[in-house]
């Protein structure tokens, strides 16, 4: 080759030698950077291509142009290893960037649970009934007829049974249909001292799920015992419940009604917590709402209780729980009690 050819060779090499590594400066990920090497580097690549014209050279100019295209090849290895570290260095710092944590920031809120209405309505019951002197006494959910029907004045052939369809486990056992027989429980217990206890609980009756009934419902049982409980005792606790459980503004009406464990019986109502008493749709413009029935304890619950009637008398009263929440926030639906529908249930959280 003569000495012409030769240095346009040269140039050439350098020529080259500028073109990669301008390409490679303009190479900004992973995947540029592999396609690169596969053309300037890689065994079938421009580089290998360069040393293969070192034979065409004569022997005299083979020494230095072999060292200038290792010198060259030398040069893009660095430049590319170079250009590979700051590309993993850049994903780096753009991964922490995405991934970073400020710790100064406030950490973030975790959801929690709250509790259902009708627990809050149950503590509330409790502490107001505390007040007045009255300890939570709890009795079984699965009762016998015994104590849920017969001690209570109600047997086998009462009418009053045709009134609360049962769950029967077997022919003398059964998912309570109130919280009454506690009443007898709590007499045998506690007999023949004076009784003060409230009994709250589930309840269960087989009856059509509709917007004013459930399967299952929640009560508390009221029960006083003692030588001068009078009327006038049951009147004044339940005034004092009224007030403090839907404001001081309350009044309580006591009407005429049957309940086979009590004699006298009553109803129970208190003022309309929608129209204050004036009269409204909800109350059917009489301006009361019932509250619960009561009465004073039958002379023959008494006796199945342990206690001589002519010696003590008491009074009795129940309330179903979701009732009284239905009575203060306007609810018209108890099933939104077991529905499990977090848009209802968090109103009360």
């Not at 400020?102 to 649970?113: I, Q, W």
């Not at 809050?120 to 006494?137: P, T």
């Amino acid at each position: 080759m003569s000495v012409e050819n030769s240095a346009r060779t040269v140039a050439e090499l350098d020529d080259y030698r500028k073109e990669a590594l301008a390409s490679l400066a303009k190479i900004e990920d992973e995947r540029a950077l592999e396609a690169w090497y596969r053309s300037e580097l890689a065994p079938s690549g421009q580089a290998t291509a360069w040393r293969r014209k070192v034979g065409l050279l004569s022997r005299e100019e083979r020494p230095a142009f072999g060292k200038a295209v290792n010198s060259v090849a030398a040069e893009l290895e660095q430049a590319f290893s170079a250009k590979r570290e700051q590309i993993k260095l850049e994903a780096l710092v753009q991964r922490m960037r995405a991934e970073s944590v400020d710790v100064t920031l406030p950490s973030r809120a975790h959801a929690v649970g709250g509790y259902h209405p009708v627990t809050l309505m149950l503590r509330e019951i409790y502490d107001i009934f505390k007040l007045m002197g009255f300890q939570v006494f709890e009795s079984p959910h699965v009762e016998l007829d015994l104590y849920n029907f017969q001690l209570l004045n109600i047997p086998p052939d009462h009418p009053a049974r045709d009134m609360q369809d049962t769950f029967w486990i077997s022919d003398d056992v059964l998912l309570r249909t109130h919280t009454s027989p506690g009443q007898i429980r709590a007499m045998q217990a506690l007999c023949p001292g004076p009784v003060r206890v409230i009994l709250p609980g589930l309840c269960y009756r087989f009856e059509e799920i509709t917007a004013r009934s459930e399967i299952q419902f929640h009560q508390v049982e009221g029960l006083a015992v003692g030588p001068t409980i009078r009327m006038s005792d049951l009147k004044g606790i339940l005034l004092l419940y009224a007030k403090l459980a839907f404001g001081e503004h309350q009044a309580v009406r006591l009407r005429g009604s049957y309940f086979p464990f009590t004699e006298p019986s009553v109803e129970v109502d208190i003022k309309c917590t929608i129209c204050a008493g004036k009269g409204c749709r909800v109350c059917k413009y009489t301006g009361w709402l019932e509250m619960l029935g009561a009465g004073l304890v039958h002379p023959a619950v008494l006796r199945n209780g342990g206690y001589d009637p002519a010696k003590v008398r008491g009074f009795a009263f129940g309330m179903g729980v979701e009732r009284q929440i239905l009575l203060r926030h306007e609810i018209n639906d108890i099933r939104y009690f077991f529905q499990n529908d977090l848009r209802f249930l968090k109103q009360f959280a």
